[in-house]
T-cell receptor, first 117, second 112 residues
Framework: GAVVSQHPSRVICKSGTSVKIECRSL??????MFWYRQFPKKSLMLMAT?????????EQGVEKDKFLINHASLTLSTLTVTSAHPEDSSFYIC?????????????FGPGTRLTVL | KQEVTQIPAALSVPEGENLVLNCSFT??????LQWFRQDPGKGLTSLLL?????REQTSGRLNASLDKSSGRSTLYIAASQPGDSATYLC???????????FGRGTQLTVWP
C-alpha cells in the first residue's frame, strides 16, 4: 500500500513551453502533497506544500507564477512549470501524506526528470 | 532492493545531551545519502548531504558520517535543544536518477 506515482517519468521540452507533472496517490487519499526539486549532486529542496481544495504554500524563493500547483482532488496534485527555461531542468519529486494513517510519514513518487533544451 | 533501517525509532532525552541516530542500508552501491528533518505536518528539510565519495559532512551542531562498506550512516547531534525535536530521516539513492529510499525515521523529543 501507500503508492505514489508520477507522470511523466521523463520529459524533454523546448525553452518557452509549459510542462505539467502529475502526482497521484494510488491507494490512499492525501489532503497534503509536497513538491521537491533536486539538482545533480545537491540536496532535495522543498518547493511547496500542496493542499487539496486550497492554494499551495510556497517556500521562500520559489516563484508561484513559475511553478503552478493544483491539488484538485484527494489523489492528484499537478505541478506546471510555465515558460520553462534550461535552468528549470531538474529532478522533480512529489510526496504525499496518507490521511488515513497516524503520524507524519510521507510516501514519495519516483520523480520526474525534466530537461529543457 | 535497497532497504533502509533507522534505529532507534524514537528517542526522548533531556536538553544538552549529545545524540547519535543510526541509519543502515543493505545495498552499498549508493550515489549519495541525505539526512532530513521533518516537523509535524511539514515537508522535509535537508540537513546534510554526503556524496558517495565522502566520509562525513558537518553543519553547526550536526555531523553525519557515511561508511559504505558497512552500509551505515550516523547523524550526530551535539548539545541537543528542545528545538531539535522532530523526526529525522535518512535517504539514499543508487544513481542520480534513481529511486529514493527512505528509512522510517527516528522521532526525537528533547525536553527542557
Amino acid at each position: 500500500g501507500a503508492v505514489v506515482s508520477q507522470h511523466p517519468s521523463r520529459v524533454i521540452c523546448k525553452s518557452g513551453t509549459s510542462v505539467k507533472i502529475e502526482c497521484r496517490s494510488l491507494d490512499f487519499q492525501a489532503t497534503t502533497m509536497f513538491w521537491y526539486r533536486q539538482f545533480p549532486k545537491k540536496s532535495l529542496m522543498l518547493m511547496a506544500t500542496s493542499n487539496e481544495g486550497s492554494k499551495a504554500t510556497y517556500e521562500q524563493g520559489v516563484e508561484k507564477d513559475k511553478f503552478l500547483i493544483n491539488h484538485a482532488s484527494l489523489t492528484l496534485s499537478t505541478l506546471t512549470v510555465t515558460s520553462a527555461h534550461p535552468e528549470d531542468s531538474s529532478f522533480y519529486i512529489c510526496s504525499a501524506r496518507d490521511i488515513g494513517r497516524e503520524g507524519n510519514e510521507q510516501f514519495f513518487g519516483p520523480g520526474t526528470r525534466l530537461t529543457v533544451l | 532492493k535497497q532497504e533502509v533501517t533507522q534505529i532507534p525509532a524514537a528517542l526522548s532525552v533531556p536538553e544538552g545531551e549529545n545524540l547519535v541516530l543510526n541509519c543502515s542500508f543493505t545495498d552499498s552501491a549508493i550515489y549519495n545519502l541525505q539526512w532530513f528533518r521533518q516537523d509535524p505536518g511539514k515537508g522535509l528539510t535537508s540537513l546534510l548531504l554526503i556524496q558517495s565519495s565522502q566520509r562525513e559532512q558537518t553543519s553547526g551542531r550536526l555531523n553525519a558520517s557515511l561508511d559504505k562498506s558497512s552500509g551505515r550512516s550516523t547523524l550526530y547531534i551535539a548539545a541537543s535543544q528542545p528545538g531539535d525535536s522532530a523526526t529525522y530521516l535518512c535517504e539514499n539513492r543508487g544513481s542520480t536518477l534513481g529511486r529514493l529510499y527512505f528509512g522510517r525515521g527516528t522521532q526525537l523529543t528533547v525536553w527542557p
